[in-house]
């Protein structure tokens, strides 16, 4: 796998950036657009017709497809540097990336493809901030027939594929990037979304995401029943400038009440 012969392509072999189960991704140069690449090759054009599908900012694009000298087939991307997805330090960021996250995959729900390998491996962070998806190897076309594929730690439990599937690794990988000591509504979040029980998960990314963002906004959360006093601490924290005003006035009213003229 390691050996490289890009005879009768318009590419120039470079060093292996990347391997797994689905094949091997090089670092190469595009001779006739002077750029470098990323070249992946693997078992025929699957992935390459599954990205041809998917014009998203947060999924890597595809430039060419082709089949090399010694017969395996080939598919190549945008390069992107970075690194790949880890636990974050930030609430702020943490709640950027899964965002932009969600909007990638759910773009590709409804576009009818399930990805079936999310991982943070699967995930790159661009050096100016950009969040991709990657290693659509595997994707499956909803409603085709496919059984549980990807890495165990995000594998949902149950046979059947659907959208949900990719849902479970969303909030198996949440829980991992959440900044250690994350607020519970974060936890009941991704808890929800990686359920055991299909049926108990969101339904679809989009009502995952907009968890989070009502999160984000400071509302209530679907996923978290709250207490009378998180629910007050919660309105206090949404509501300073108010509470602040109104605090004010009846410092103000007290004054005048105490110092009236008898």
């Known amino acids: 796998m390691d050996e490289l012969d890009l005879s009768g ?17 090089y670092r190469v140069r595009d001779r006739l657009l002077d750029r470098e690449v990323a070249l992946k090759v693997g078992e025929g054009f699957e992935e390459a017709k599954t990205l041809a599908k998917l014009e998203h900012p947060g999924i890597v694009p595809i430039y060419d497809a082709g089949t090399l000298a010694d017969g395996r ?7 992107v540097d970075g ?38 491996a699967n995930i790159l962070i661009g050096k100016f901030g950009q969040v991709m998806v990657l290693d659509w190897g595997i994707a499956l076309l909803a409603g085709a027939s496919g059984s549980r594929a990807g890495t165990r730690r995000y594998m949902a439990p149950e046979r059947e594929v659907d959208a949900r599937t990719d849902i479970f690794a969303l909030g198996v990988l949440f ?27 969101y339904s679809e990314v989009a009502e995952l995401a907009e968890d989070l963002r009502r999160f984000q906004d400071q509302l209530a959360v679907s996923a978290y029943q709250e207490s009378l006093w998180e629910r007050g601490l919660r309105f206090a924290s949404r509501n300073k400038v108010l509470l602040l005003l109104l605090g004010s006035y009846v410092v103000v009213r007290l004054l005048l009440f105490i110092f009236r003229p008898v």
Do not use: N, W
Request: hydrophobic content about 45%.
């Open 9 to 25: 392509t318009r590419y120039e072999a470079g060093p292996l950036i990347g391997k797994g189960g689905m094949g091997a991704v």
């Open 73 to 79: 087939g080939y598919c190549v991307m945008r390069l």
């Open 83 to 120: 690194s790949p997805l880890k636990r974050f330090d930030g609430l702020a960021e943490c709640l950027s990336v899964a965002g932009k996250i969600c909007e990638a995959v759910g773009f590709a729900h409804s576009q009818g493809v399930i990805h079936r390998d999310l991982k943070p």
């Open 175 to 201: 829980e991992e990037i959440l900044p250690v000591a994350a607020p519970k509504p974060l936890l009941a979040i991704a808890a929800k979304a990686r359920a055991a029980e299909p049926g108990l998960r």
